[in-house]
């Protein structure tokens, strides 16, 4: 089934330890995002990619990063991570052209403790 | 500063109509989306608007108005499975998506 894989799904983890969630879309858009939800805020960009080889950040990038080495494959890496940082984070893919609606993964919780 | 206010929760009777609103405030205007998120879930895109007036996809409708900065979602014959959030997201002029916090919707048979 096409579309956006995220893993791992759940994952706890100790603060100062380094993760990486890992995202993969088949459906070869360019534009790739990162964001975080937490309770009663909106959905909040961490960076994106427009296309392979480029990454910007978003609205919240401290203590993350990603990189885009191909077009299908966007990585997100906690350094140090830290209690702050708990929270579900979703992948999601959007075409440039036309509305560009979000297509999204099913979403990694993290809890760090 | 960017803004987007949409009631935090809503209650509806099964069968019935409803009305879930939407205001902006953005530096700049590139069209404006409605998600549903079912607990647990990811978003999934319901409908684009970016031009005034209303947009008609089955039960679900969406309405914008860019001179007053505003927009609603409209649910019709409310299924009980209808009960999500719904998120209203508008793009700005630098293509970037700007969130509201969203509107949880509670269903009631």
């Known amino acids: 089934i096409a579309g956006i894989t995220q893993a791992p799904t759940s994952q706890i983890l100790a603060a100062g330890r380094r993760m990486t969630l890992r995202c993969t879309q088949d459906?070869?858009?360019?534009?790739m995002y990162w964001y975080r939800q937490d309770l009663g805020l909106g959905l909040r960009l961490i960076h994106y990619?427009?296309?392979?080889?480029?990454?910007g950040k978003g609205e919240v990038p401290d203590g993350y990063s990603v990189s885009r080495a191909n077009t299908d494959d966007f990585p997100l890496t906690l350094a140090s991570a830290v209690p702050s940082q708990t929270s579900v984070y979703f992948c999601?893919?959007?075409?440039?052209?036309?509305?560009?609606?979000?297509?999204f993964g099913e979403g990694s919780r993290l809890t760090v403790l | 500063g960017q803004n987007i206010d949409q009631p935090t929760e809503m209650t509806a009777t099964e069968g019935a109509i409803v009305q879930i609103n939407c205001t902006y405030q953005?530096?700049?205007?590139?069209?404006l989306f409605w998600y549903q998120q079912h607990a647990g879930e990811a978003p999934t895109f319901l409908s684009y608007?970016?031009l005034d007036g209303l947009e008609e996809k089955g039960r679900f409708s969406s309405f914008l108005s860019r001179s007053k900065g505003y927009s609603y979602l409209l649910l019709k014959e409310l299924q009980m499975k209808d009960s999500a959030s719904y998120l209203c997201?508008?793009?700005?002029?630098?293509?970037?998506?700007?969130w509201g916090a969203g509107t949880k919707l509670i269903i009631k048979p």
């Open positions: 997201a508008v793009r700005d002029s630098n293509y970037q998506l700007i």
């Open positions: 608007n970016v």
């Open positions: 990619s427009n296309t392979a080889g480029t990454t």
């Open positions: 999601a893919s959007s075409e440039r052209e036309g509305p560009g609606e979000l297509f």
């Open positions: 953005t530096s700049g205007f590139n069209g």
């Open positions: 459906m070869r858009h360019n534009a």
